[in-house]
């Protein structure tokens, strides 16, 4: 069964965006509750939002089933994110709002997450880590961009507004603090969008497992509001006219992404030669 898909491209940079499947299988949907089924928090149409990608030769990974069914970003072993913090499992029983995402007696035993860590969860992350390995023995370099969105108020999570643009680098230890300033020079040259770096959203699990710029492996994640492309209330349509007043801010930074993956590519080749 094909759980994700992937294009690869033709430059150190693979964009990942593991939380904008929507489809649940039957027999899991057949147990969820009305909340469950309608999947308020999806990072939806980010697909289309980053459509650009694959023009500036960006290879991109994304899965077809819902972050309801199983959570690509969650730890596997249950260790949340934010120790203290509020969190959602890697099976989420509950929505942002706290609202049951089962029928009672419908959760997800030991067995069944399982089952959807071996079905979904695995051969997402195996080929995540390939293509990742792949690009270091390629150019040398590899550069994974995470992409997620997420409504502006989840009070569970923060308290009052989201920053448009929060970037997450695991407190600057995914990702080279040179590759860090460039991306930050570009979200706060709007005067249109907020931008903070290693707020309220620091990096998930992807990011702080695969970012490792000691062996030239970098990760960066963006959360982007969904205020800034899509409505935020079902049926949380696309907004044309908005995405494309933020899209231009999102290419300029997967353009700066590619220049110092190349730069870095071409630095190793050089330093080869010499």
């Not at 970003?73 to 913090?85: E, T």
């Amino acid at each position: 069964m094909e759980t994700f898909r992937f294009q690869p491209g033709e430059t150190p940079v693979l964009l990942s965006i593991p939380h904008v499947g929507t489809m649940i299988p039957p027999d899991i949907a057949s147990g969820m509750t009305e909340v469950g089924l309608a999947q308020p928090d999806v990072d939806r149409h980010l697909d289309r939002l980053y459509h650009f990608a694959p023009a500036l030769g960006i290879g991109f990974l994304t899965p077809l089933f819902s972050r309801y069914v199983i959570d690509l970003n969650r730890d596997p072993s249950g260790k949340p994110l934010y120790p203290g913090a509020s969190d959602t499992e890697i099976c989420p029983l509950t929505s942002f709002d706290r609202a049951p995402l089962y029928q009672p007696g419908q959760e997800p035993d030991a067995a069944e997450i399982e089952r959807r860590l071996g079905t979904y969860w695995r051969p997402y992350h195996a080929q995540l880590q390939a293509e990742l390995r792949a690009l270091k023995e390629r150019f040398g370099v590899a550069v994974l961009f995470d992409a997620h969105s997420v409504r502006r108020q989840v009070p569970r999570f923060f308290e009052g507004t989201l920053p448009d643009f929060s970037l997450g680098t695991a407190e600057g230890q995914s990702t080279a603090q040179p590759l860090v300033g460039r991306l930050m020079n570009v979200l706060t040259a709007s005067e249109r969008y907020s931008a903070v770096l290693n707020g309220r959203f620091k990096g998930g699990y992807i990011t702080r497992t695969y970012g490792c710029p000691d062996e030239n492996i970098h990760a960066i994640q963006l959360e982007l509001t969904q205020s800034t492309y899509m409505d935020e209330d079902a049926p949380y349509p696309f907004r044309p006219d908005l995405a494309g007043q933020v899209r231009p801010s999102l290419e300029r930074l997967m353009s700066v992404i590619v220049e110092w993956a190349w730069e870095k590519a071409s630095g190793r080749r050089r330093a080869a030669y010499l």
